[in-house]
């Protein structure tokens, strides 16, 4: 269980704790819980605490403030079997041995067969039935389900099989065992609200956090996946723009596909020679191959690049007339403004990561040879503070798009700008010396920090402008 610290919300400077857990860990702390919540509460069977915790989200206070107050309807609003008053359901036995037959053995209540009664197994029902028959129920209760909710016993009475019971029948069988373990799990999961997998790809590494704000973003970086995102929403880390905003913006993104789509796909010329170009760096700055040509442009507004320093490339202007009276195709130019840039640092973030992949692995290769440990780890700091500050580019489009223009607002458009101008330059750093043999790590931390400050700058402008009111058309919380 690894213990971390991130910053909570886009919304207040807090600090949220959360864990990283193996499935292991997580087994064990569900049997931790169900064990002291059993204690409190006088009860004996675990699965049954389990049952009810569930019930109450895995809040042990809310659970045992019920059972206190009137532990008979907790149980019939749980639906499950009151241990306290329901009598056992002992109706038939199993069925007297018949005529000449072995008095000493059982007949078995699913199968009818005769056997020792050390090849059996009951519940407190004393309803008995046969190992084998046992283990192919819990096989049929297991194929059906994702999170177990009961097993009762198979002669259909009130009695639920216990956990630890199940996986004692089960025992010699490796694959339902792992299945009874995974089930436990995913009941556990789903129903926690402090819970969550890591939806990073096949990656089975559970997140807690120790508290949950609803509807508020918080940051979870997973290390054994490296996925960075939000506990609320699950999706890319993806501050400074909120998840509910997020959402109507990856939807108008899909409405809108096939315009840009179209925009994208024919806007892969040099503006200058027009040949035709193929990007496979992150950095957005170019510079055109065609020989004789050589012309300097950028990416995203296909601007010469000598002015760009001064040109303010990441703001949409309107041409004199207010957003309400935007026509349908000036509407569909400034959605396409912020498209293209979320879009562009996108994929920017994409190749970086490729990019980094790869440098990791040169560095391991040098590793003998000239480069310092200093030098290694300027490397990797410059490369994890780009993807950061590529990620927060991305969704400040997003954010930007909702965003009404205000005094405020101006602001945010110039740190934005300078988060730009700061990460094109170490991104083309990072792509043009990484070959070198010289000594480059005293400026790319320059480069690195610089960035990093950037980032901060522009994220904690935002924050404040989330608790002192300063955005208008983004969704209240
Ligand atoms: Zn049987
Ligand atoms: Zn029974
Ligand atoms: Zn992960
Ligand atoms: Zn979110
Ligand atoms: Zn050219
Ligand atoms: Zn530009």
Not at 313 to 319: G, Q, S, T, Y
């Amino acid at each position: 269980m690894r213990r971390h610290v991130s910053p909570m919300t886009i919304l207040t400077n807090e600090q949220a704790i959360y864990y990283l857990l193996s499935e292991k860990d997580i087994l064990k702390e569900i049997q931790k819980i169900n064990r002291d919540v059993s204690e409190i509460l006088g009860l004996q069977s675990t699965t049954l605490v389990r049952l009810l915790l569930s019930h109450f989200h895995w809040d042990q206070d809310l659970l045992t403030d019920r059972y206190w107050d009137d532990p008979d309807r907790l149980f019939l609003k749980a639906k499950l079997p009151n241990p306290n008053s329901s009598p056992i359901d002992l109706t038939p036995a199993s069925p007297a041995p018949s005529d000449g037959s072995d008095p000493n053995l059982v007949t078995c209540k699913t199968c009818y067969s005769d056997k020792p009664p050390n090849e059996f197994y009951s519940l407190a029902c004393n309803h008995k039935h046969c190992l084998p028959c046992w283990r192919l129920y819990l096989q049929s209760c297991l194929a059906n389900i994702t999170n177990v909710k009961k097993i009762s016993c198979p002669s259909n009475c009130n009695q639920i099989v216990d956990d630890e019971e199940a996986l004692r029948l089960l025992k010699h069988d490796e694959r339902l065992t792992k299945r009874y373990e995974q089930v436990m799990i995913n009941s556990y999961v789903d129903t926690n609200r402090l819970t969550k997998w890591c939806p990073g790809n096949s990656c089975s590494t559970l997140v807690r956090i120790n508290s949950h704000l609803t509807d508020c973003a918080q940051m979870i970086s997973c290390d054994v996946c490296k996925t960075t995102f939000c506990f609320h929403c699950s999706k890319q880390w993806h501050d400074p723009i909120q998840c509910s905003l997020l959402v109507k913006w990856e939807k108008k993104n899909r409405d809108e596909s096939m315009t840009s789509e179209w925009l994208i796909a024919n806007t892969k010329e040099c503006p200058n020679c027009h040949a035709s170009i193929e990007k496979n760096g992150g950095c957005n700055h170019m510079t055109c191959r065609k020989p004789g040509c050589a012309h300097e442009f950028c990416w995203i507004c296909f601007g010469p690049w000598k002015d760009h320093a001064t040109r303010q490339c990441n703001v949409f202007r309107e041409d004199g007339v207010n957003s309400n009276q935007l026509s349908a195709r000036e509407n569909l130019a400034r959605y396409m403004h912020y498209f293209t840039r979320y879009q562009a640092h996108n994929q920017s973030l994409e190749l970086e990561t490729n990019h980094s992949n790869q440098v990791e692995q040169r560095i391991q290769e040098m590793q003998a040879e000239s480069k310092t440990f200093t030098e290694q780890q300027a490397t990797y700091k410059a490369f994890d503070v780009l993807q950061q500050c590529r990620r927060t580019l991305k969704y400040t489009y997003a954010f930007a798009y909702y965003l009404y223009r205000n005094n405020q607002a101006e602001v945010f458009e110039q740190n934005q700008a300078d988060l730009e101008r700061a990460t094109e330059a170490l991104s083309g750093f990072l792509e043009a010396e990484i070959d070198a043999e010289k000594n480059i790590s005293i400026q790319l931390m320059d480069k690195t920090r610089y960035c990093d400050q950037r980032r901060k700058i522009l994220i904690d402008h935002c924050k404040e402008g989330y608790s002192e009111h300063y955005w208008a058309g983004l969704d209240a919380y």
